[in-house]
């Protein structure tokens, strides 16, 4: 039996690094090739959700130039009722049904009356808007969502989510968004493990170099401050993902994590009186009955302090008014209450701060991603990293092209790490690797079915060259 005896002069420190060190030699070859294949077949599909999420970003401040004649009134003297501004709104469409009220939040901004109308889609509400001054209708477009995104974001936002194809089109943002972390963290650990000259050449682009030396010096620096934003939105936009969206929801809600919503149930209703995201309260029968109104429903909400940048839906039969504050960026405005339309008292509150912690961090990661977190900050990182993942892509490309082999053949690419690489790594490291990936890939299927595509297809590849070795 070999016992092994420490190196005379060596210490247990010593000992200890070069074990890492040896561990990392036998490792890297296999993080490299996952992250060659990775960024080379799903390097599209990420070039894709960046420059389609880079529209998006830039997509709130169009929103606010092309739609300024609906968006923007001169301020007057005193703001009308609500109730009036309402009314307005309906005697412009009578053929919708008002679902939501969305009040002026600031002055010289319009109110918006939404709608359930046969003229826009089901998911969608037909936003009126009314000048709170004078009850003007300023216009009418489609609403989406409970950001209330306009035509403009909305069609950015669907090419980013779908590419307009639907359900379908539905796989390519999970398919992206599920091999974006992996391409990242892989490109992060081997950046880091790579020598190097000094600590600058870590963080920022190599001074002087040449070829595809300064090709990687601006890969690998950028994708360092890149990794942090990319792997954040990979994890959220999972979160609406078809497949594993459900494993990330079943997960949050065995942690207690899941988001509360106040309820609007009337006491002998059968209502949902879940926190409505806008669209209204779904399109159910109207409420029939004592009501208030929605003026004295507004001052109720506000005596308990939900005041701000403000939701109101409207009650359907069973349930109240639903009265939220909108306001995303931080620090957050997000409580909510519930208002009987009979006697206009509050049933029900809802405090942000009364969330779970989950629930919180899932709203503000959400949030980020939708770009409403920070406002025109969080828009403009959004830009700058989107920019960054079209550049990554693109040095990612460049040096697999000046990696190919310059002689002989025309037309030719650079050449993959070898086979066989994940036969050097410890048993040790390698099994518990191996279970860790087969769970992930359990948990994110479709980085799972596509991972086990990626090997069937090299071990093709490896059968047909050792065919042609033996021919």
Do not use: C
Not at 285 to 307: F, N, P, W, Y
Not at 329 to 345: C, I, T
Not at 434 to 455: D, E
Request: charged content about 20%; aromatic content about 8%.
């Amino acid at each position: 039996m070999a016992i092994d005896v420490p190196v005379q002069g060596t210490t247990e420190t010593e000992q200890e690094t070069a074990a890492s060190t040896s561990t990392w030699s036998a490792l890297r070859p296999l993080v490299l090739r996952i992250h060659f294949y990775a960024g080379l077949l799903v390097a599209p599909l990420l070039l894709i959700a960046a420059a389609s999420g880079l529209l998006y970003a830039l997509s709130f401040q169009a929103e606010k130039i092309i739609y300024s004649h609906e968006l923007e009134v001169p301020v007057g003297d005193r703001a009308l009722p609500l109730a009036q501004q309402v009314k307005a709104a309906q005697e412009a469409r009578p053929d919708g049904t008002v679902t939501a009220v969305w009040p002026s939040s600031e002055d010289g901004a319009t109110t918006r009356v939404l709608m359930s109308s046969p003229k826009v889609d089901e998911n969608k509400s037909l936003a009126v808007f009314v000048d709170p001054y004078t009850a003007e209708i300023r216009g009418a477009l489609p609403s989406y969502g409970g950001s209330g995104a306009l035509p403009v974001r909305a069609w950015t936002d669907e090419l980013h989510r779908d590419l307009h194809l639907g359900d379908l089109g539905r796989y390519y943002s999970e398919l992206a968004a599920s091999w974006l972390w992996v391409v990242a963290l892989g490109g992060l650990v081997l950046w880091l493990g790579r020598r190097r000259r000094n600590k600058r050449a870590l963080v920022l682009p190599e001074r002087g170099a040449k070829g595809r030396r300064r090709t990687l010096s601006w890969h690998g620096a950028i994708g360092l401050w890149a990794t942090i934003g990319l792997v954040l939105l990979s994890a959220t936009g999972l979160t609406w993902s078809r497949y594993a969206g459900e494993n990330i929801g079943a997960v949050q809600d065995q942690l207690g994590g899941a988001t509360p919503a106040v309820s609007a149930v009337l006491d002998g209703g059968s209502g949902g009186g879940g926190d409505h995201e806008g669209h209204g309260a779904g399109h159910g029968e109207a409420h029939q009955g004592a009501d208030v109104g929605i003026d004295k429903a507004l001052q109720s909400a506000r005596a308990v302090g939900i005041d701000g940048s403000l939701a109101i839906v409207l009650p359907s039969e069973g349930t109240g008014y639903v009265i939220r504050e909108t306001d995303a960026s931080f620090p957050v405005h997000l409580d909510s209450a519930a208002v009987d339309p009979a006697s206009g008292e509050v049933i029900d509150e809802l405090r942000f701060a009364d969330y779970p912690v989950l629930a919180q961090l899932t709203r503000f990661g959400i949030d980020a991603h939708m770009g409403v977190f920070l406002g025109l900050t969080n828009q403009l990182a959004l830009a700058l990293l989107m920019v960054a993942t079209i550049m990554l892509t693109l040095w990612g490309y460049r040096m697999w092209w000046l990696r190919r082999p310059t002689k002989g053949r025309k037309l030719a690419f650079g050449r993959p790490v070898a086979r066989g690489t994940w036969r050097k790594v410890p048993v040790v490291v390698l099994l518990p690797l191996a279970a860790v990936t087969a769970l992930i890939g359990w948990f994110v299927p479709l980085l799972g079915i596509t991972l086990v595509m990626f090997l069937v297809l090299d071990l093709a590849i490896g059968l047909m060259a050792k065919v042609r070795a033996r021919a």
